[in-house]
């Protein structure tokens, strides 16, 4: 499979229009779940995830002709830097525009489809224990809801290496820390993320 995902990352720099989309569509998934994590409750209010989930690729499809560097970890990090790019400039547009209400016109974002639901379920699996009985959707929403309570760099160090899948060295480099900072920071984050499960009745 690396093989694979690095043969299409070498096409998709030569401009290949089909290797990009199978790129898009192995990490959808970790997408969707980026997206609804590091969304937060502002964006989250007023936007559709997968609204924002389609607008990435749309922006990674239109601007094909910036990616140069033939590596798989090359497009991952261009793909999920374009979403948390996309994210800041939404955020930074709502708190300006002071719109309505939260929740007036916007797609509720844990409407989908369930078994969009359940994939997402499987990456936040990764830093928690959803109960067997409890729905899909109220799982996202406690688990969200508990996540917005960690610091930044807490959130950020889970998202990258339980979501995005990046190894402790490149999250040090992306981070500005040593591997063994970055590990020490991701365990203290997942025992906290861990106890704000618990206090919310979590499994």
């Not at 690095?6 to 990009?20: D, I, N, Q, T």
């Not at 797609?107 to 224990?129: H, K, M, W």
Request: charged share 30%.
């Amino acid at each position: 499979m690396d093989g694979e995902l690095e043969s299409l990352a070498a096409a998709a720099a030569r401009g290949e229009r089909a290797a990009v989309d199978a790129l898009l569509a192995r990490y959808l998934p970790e997408l969707r779940a980026f997206v609804r994590l590091r969304a937060g409750p502002l964006i989250r209010a007023h936007e559709s995830s997968s609204d924002l989930v389609q607008s990435t690729c749309r922006e990674v499809l239109e601007h094909l002709d910036r990616f140069r560097f033939p590596s798989e970890s090359a497009f991952r990090h261009w793909l999920f830097t374009t979403a948390l790019r996309k994210l800041s400039n939404r955020r930074d547009y709502w708190t300006a525009a002071k719109r309505a209400a939260p929740g007036e016109g916007a797609e509720n974002p844990l409407v989908g489809a369930p078994q969009a639901d359940e994939a997402i379920l499987q990456f936040y699996a990764s830093f928690s224990t959803p109960s067997r009985t409890a729905i899909a959707r109220e799982e996202l929403e406690r688990i969200e809801a508990a996540f917005e309570q960690l610091s930044e760099e807490h959130r950020e160090v889970i998202t990258l290496a339980r979501v995005v899948g990046l190894s402790r060295a490149e999250i040090a480099e992306q981070m500005g820390r040593s591997e063994v900072a970055v590990r020490a920071l991701l365990h203290r984050a997942l025992a906290r993320l861990s106890d704000l499960l618990v206090q919310d009745g979590g499994c």
